[in-house]
């Protein structure tokens, strides 16, 4: 009868060596590996986020930008009643707030037609209404009643003539003291002349209590119902003020509606190149200690 020996294999000093020191490797650089590859996943994630935040900011302020009426933006360097400039003098980074008029776009584009032509009549010669052919004085006061949540009105609004000189210091009512009342003082100097109904619906009449009279008048003008403010304040909050008239002695952070564009914010600078405006936007985080910021500019014709 045979009998069969069953030998038991184990292994050898050499194998558990081996094996020893390979997962030792594995253990130190396998585990880095990973780590590494999730850090590297982390900060793409990271890095798409701020990518698309500050893209995001950077549009959204371009929009608003696009229909400003050029002579007016401004840069201060702190609160409503701070040190400002015209968009062609800043320079550097102390200028934290953008300000500027923007132009009545919605009632431009109206529904069929313009609500406001923008065309005065020059040759009626009247200082009392301004004739404005084609334009429905009732339509545009309904449509700023809806985008200003009834804040606002035909009567709150203001024309720009095209080609007329204005003074960026004094003629928008970018001035106040803080313990006076800003706006503009009169037709004749400024460079926005506030307006109310005028005796049809093609009219503008003066809500100053004083008439056009030594006005100059141009036959190209429009029409504006708010200013917008954009400011970095110093917890990274970048904010839009809109809904206000500074030629009626308004200040935006006092009378304006506020909407938060953006937190995490390091940097909003802005610069004009002749008429262009060029902005810059960046966006922070923090991963592992290190702040990580993502930068978008874009210019603005």
């Known amino acids: 009868m045979k009998k069969f020996i ?4 184990a292994f050898t000093m050499m194998e558990l060596i081996i094996v020893i020191v390979v997962m030792g490797l594995l253990s130190k650089y396998g585990i880095e590996f990973m780590a590494q590859a999730y850090k590297g996943f982390i900060y793409s994630k990271i890095n798409n986020n701020l990518q698309n935040e500050s893209a995001t900011a950077v549009e959204y302020i371009a929009k608003k930008l696009s229909y400003r009426i050029k ?3 401004i840069g201060r360097k702190s609160d ?3 040190t400002f400039t015209s968009i062609q ?5 102390s200028y934290t707030t953008l300000e500027w008029v923007g132009t009545d776009i919605d009632n431009f584009r109206g529904d069929k037609l313009p609500n406001w032509s923008g065309i005065i009549d020059v040759n009626e010669g009247n200082a009392s209404n301004l004739i404005s052919p084609e334009t429905n004085t009732t339509k545009i006061n309904s449509l700023i009643n809806i985008l200003s949540d009834n804040n606002a009105s035909l009567s709150n609004s203001a024309l720009y003539f095209i080609g007329s000189n204005s003074d960026v210091n ?22 926005m002349h506030p307006i109310t109904y005028g005796t049809n619906t093609t ?16 036959e190209y003008y429009k029409l504006a119902w708010t200013a917008y403010a954009i400011k970095l304040a110093s917890d990274g909050n970048l904010t839009l003020y809109y ?3 500074p030629w009626n002695g308004d200040r935006f952070d006092q009378d304006a509606n506020s909407s938060l564009i953006m937190q995490n914010v390091s940097t909003f600078q802005f610069r004009s190149i002749g008429s262009l405006i060029k902005i810059q ?10 702040e990580y910021s993502i930068c978008k500019e874009k210019t603005i014709y």
């Open 80 to 82: 409503a009643t701070g």
């Open 71 to 73: 002579d007016s933006v």
């Open 281 to 290: 936007v960046c966006v922070k985080s923090k991963l592992t200690g290190e």
């Open 89 to 93: 003098n800043v320079s550097g980074t």
């Open 170 to 191: 004094s003629s928008y009512g970018w001035i106040w003291s803080g313990t006076g009342s800003g706006g503009v003082s009169n037709q004749k100097d400024a460079a």
């Open 203 to 218: 009219d503008f009449s003066s809500s100053m209590g004083v008439d056009f009279n030594g006005t100059d008048v141009y």
């Open 6 to 9: 069953q030998i038991k294999k």
């Open 243 to 245: 809904n206000y008239q």
